[in-house]
């Protein structure tokens, strides 16, 4: 991260609460160190951010492979089940070579979308059959190292996956990514290390692909480092039906039983839940992560956010599969989802949306210092156009809504980490030409 002071000065800037014009901004050693509302025209020597200044957006659920599925799957009918063979095959062409230019182009759309940090749901361990590389990290390095190129922050949420479900030893596909038992997954996972830009944390990957037995093992690991934890929770009725065959409960349930809920876990998707299971995850503190934009495209269903956020569950958005990779669009699509499901509007402010995206989303992922444009935060932020055909007519004063109810990713025109220029004007100021990188990239994973 960057040293040398910078000041910017923001066209609107959303602080949190409300949109403020004119707001200088002194930046030093990659942190905010003053804040300074009221300033009308731009300090001699300061940077213009003209538009809508927000902080750095949080990706909170990323499988960064997934993207190379984009387009390819919505021919024909099936079900998440369907599509997950499909998955496994792009999986298998995996190497850490091939994850490393495939990772660093999908996280350079991210931070061409506004994205500032990224929670990597990583399980993609060794090579296939099972074997582990020299290095037994070396594909986790390898999205450290893209995310680093990318410019951007990343939670790499190593991931524990040991079955193919209750009592079942992994299928061929999946034995690339197990490590056998929970104590191995512990041991590889103890190498890696925290780096500027890099979190370590810790995902089960469901209660199917992780023996009950083993669920306190993983939660242990993260509880000794104070890391976040993630799962997939409830994302299939199938999985749930499953859980209770084989447990006597709800997956949700077998979490709590196992010590795997509380305030620094993350419940991705907790789609299908019982009351019981809601109560459960937010009287726990246990966060909720939705992907919209994937539950949609994989047919999974409409998680209870409304909910679980009464219930005391802090919520998080994540791009989960990459079908599109915005956050404006899945901070939109939870509430224009509940408004389908309800047919009422307004269950959510643009500023409460915002919040998931950032403040809420970055806490997920270990990142408490980022999130908010503030005195001593990390100087991530994220500028939107105010004058597109998508943004252009409504009063700055309106610029959270604007921004939530009407831009997309492609209204981003900067993008700043650690008070560095990722993203300047629209263009990646690291990687040159990041469609031609992700054509690259996802055609030598076909070929």
């Known amino acids: 991260m960057p040293v040398t002071p910078t000041t910017y000065w923001l066209e609107h800037a959303w602080l949190g609460d409300r949109v403020e014009p004119g707001v200088a901004v002194d930046i030093r050693d990659g942190r905010i160190r003053t804040l300074a509302p009221d300033t009308p025209a731009p300090p001699p020597g300061a940077e213009i951010l003209r538009g809508l200044t927000l902080p750095g957006l949080a990706n909170a659920h990323s499988h960064a492979f997934h993207r190379a599925l984009r387009g390819t799957v919505q021919v024909g009918s099936g079900t998440f089940w369907t599509w997950r063979e499909v998955m496994y095959a792009v999986a298998d062409r995996l190497t850490p070579e091939s994850y490393h230019r495939l990772a660093r182009a999908v996280y350079a759309e991210m931070a061409l979308a506004g994205i500032t940090a990224v929670g990597e749901f990583h399980y993609v361990h060794h090579a296939p059959g099972g074997t582990p590389y020299a290095d037994p990290n070396a594909m986790g390095e390898a999205l450290i190292a893209a995310a680093a190129e990318a410019g951007i922050r990343i939670t790499l949420l190593d991931t524990a996956y040991l079955s193919s479900g209750f009592g079942r030893p992994p299928t061929a596909h999946q034995l690339r990514f197990s490590d056998g038992t929970a104590e191995a997954w512990a041991?590889?996972?103890?190498?890696?290390?925290?780096?500027?830009?890099?979190?370590?944390?810790?995902?089960?990957?469901?209660?199917?692909?992780?023996?009950?037995?083993?669920?306190?093992?993983?939660?242990?690991?993260?509880?000794?480092?104070?890391?976040?934890?993630?799962?997939?929770?409830?994302?299939?009725?199938?999985?749930?039906?499953?859980?209770?065959?084989?447990?006597?409960?709800?997956?949700?349930?077998?979490?709590?039983?196992?010590?795997?809920?509380?305030?620094?876990?993350?419940?991705?998707?907790?789609?299908?839940?019982?009351?019981?299971?809601?109560?459960?995850?937010?009287?726990?503190?246990?966060?909720?992560?939705?992907?919209?934009?994937?539950?949609?495209?994989?047919?999974?269903?409409?998680?209870?956010?409304?909910?679980?956020?009464?219930?005391?569950?802090?919520?998080?958005?994540?791009?989960?599969?990459?079908?599109?990779?915005?956050?404006?669009?899945?901070?939109?699509?939870?509430?224009?989802?509940?408004?389908?499901?309800?047919?009422?509007?307004?269950?959510?402010?643009?500023?409460?949306?915002?919040?998931?995206?950032?403040?809420?989303?970055?806490?997920?992922?270990?990142?408490?210092?980022a999130g908010g444009i503030e005195p001593g935060a990390l100087a991530d932020l994220t500028t939107i156009a105010l004058d597109s055909v998508r943004t252009a007519g409504p009063p700055p004063g309106l610029g959270a809504e604007t921004a939530v109810f009407a831009a997309t990713a492609a209204d981003v025109r900067h993008t700043i980490v650690g008070g560095r220029h990722v993203v300047r004007d629209g263009a990646h100021t690291l990687v040159p030409d990041v469609p031609r990188a992700l054509a690259q990239a996802v055609e030598a994973l076909r070929a």
């Open 187 to 369: 041991e590889r996972c103890a190498v890696l290390k925290d780096r500027d830009h890099a979190r370590i944390g810790a995902a089960v990957h469901s209660v199917r692909a992780v023996p009950a037995g083993e669920l306190a093992t993983v939660a242990r690991w993260a509880e000794e480092r104070r890391a976040p934890l993630h799962v997939h929770l409830s994302e299939q009725t199938a999985e749930n039906d499953a859980c209770r065959e084989a447990h006597g409960c709800t997956p949700t349930r077998l979490l709590a039983d196992h010590g795997v809920l509380g305030p620094r876990t993350t419940g991705v998707h907790n789609t299908h839940l019982t009351d019981e299971d809601i109560a459960l995850i937010g009287g726990s503190g246990t966060g909720t992560c939705m992907c919209p934009t994937t539950e949609r495209d994989l047919a999974d269903g409409i998680g209870p956010a409304v909910a679980l956020q009464r219930r005391g569950s802090p919520l998080s958005l994540g791009s989960d599969s990459h079908a599109v990779i915005d956050l404006l669009e899945e901070a939109r699509a939870m509430e224009l989802n509940e408004r389908l499901r309800t047919r009422t509007r307004g269950h959510w402010t643009a500023t409460a949306l915002l919040r998931a995206a950032t403040a809420d989303g970055h806490a997920a992922l270990g990142w408490e210092q």
